[in-house]
């Protein structure tokens, strides 16, 4: 058995989309395999999936931006599974809207989910990772980070994921941790089903109309992202950090 098989991995917002692949790709890869959400009940389908495969999953009930739920979820890991050495921090939410209509509790959802939540779990597991003198932080960020009409809140958060993939990879290095952030274009999620229906279009002609503009000529899929994070939380990316990934079928400019 290799040191990967045995190493645990946490993935928040684990219930669906590119969380859920992520999770059951990571536990291809040998890894036990927390699955976090705000609903417990709500990661069931993506843990048996991963069990009738053969490998070790947990489901964990967490708010991410609530710093005792972490604390607590974290130590239930470490405990059920063991110390948690991989971290993805994919949790996220969409709150869109045009500036001059945006709440303060439409940006603070946003900005509690994506960067809080990301800070407090992170901060949670790495003394784990540091004493395991071994580590992987995988940060969800976006192409909505480069701007995005109706996504003030959103694209900032994003973007802000991409200072803190930074400056975790200069401070965690030396321990044996590396930081990376992943940032998609558009793939079909529910997510990206919502923005459609927030502009007044079909999800079939959304997609239709984004892969049109794709040099690939199609929209992305869950999967797509999770083998990216699948190589930033292997042993052959050990020299690999700091960096963000665009997983968007072309370059955005």
């Known amino acids: 058995m290799s040191t990967t098989e045995q190493r645990v991995a946490i993935v928040t917002g684990g219930a669906r989309g590119i969380g859920a692949a992520t999770a059951v790709r990571l536990a291809e890869e040998g890894r036990a395999v927390a699955v976090l959400d705000l609903d417990e009940a709500a990661c069931k389908d993506t843990v048996e999936k991963i069990t009738a495969a053969g490998g070790k999953a947990l489901a964990v009930g967490c708010d991410v931006s609530d710093a005792g739920q972490v604390e607590t979820a974290v130590a239930r890991v470490a405990d059920e599974l063991g110390a948690p050495v991989v971290l993805v921090n994919n949790a996220g939410v969409l709150r869109d809207n045009l500036l001059f209509k945006m709440s303060e509790g439409d940006w603070d959802t946003v900005m509690n989910v994506h960067l809080k939540g990301a800070f407090l779990m992170t901060r949670a597991c790495q003394k784990y990772m ?99 994070i699948a190589f930033f939380t292997g042993d052959a990316a050990g020299f690999v950090s700091g960096q963000v990934l665009y997983v968007a079928g072309g370059p955005l400019n």
């Open 130 to 228: 540091v004493d395991a003198t071994f580590g992987r932080v995988v940060n969800l960020s976006s192409s909505s980070a480069l701007g995005n009409r109706g996504q003030a809140n959103y694209a900032t958060a994003k973007a802000g994921l991409q200072g803190f993939t930074k400056t975790l990879a200069k401070e965690l290095g030396k321990f044996g941790v590396t930081a990376n952030a992943v940032a998609p274009g558009f793939i079909v999620t529910e997510m990206t089903a919502a923005t459609a229906a927030r502009v007044g279009m079909g999800f079939e002609d959304f997609q239709a109309a984004a892969a049109s503009q794709i040099p690939v000529q199609r929209v992305g899929h869950p999967e797509d992202i999770a083998n990216a």
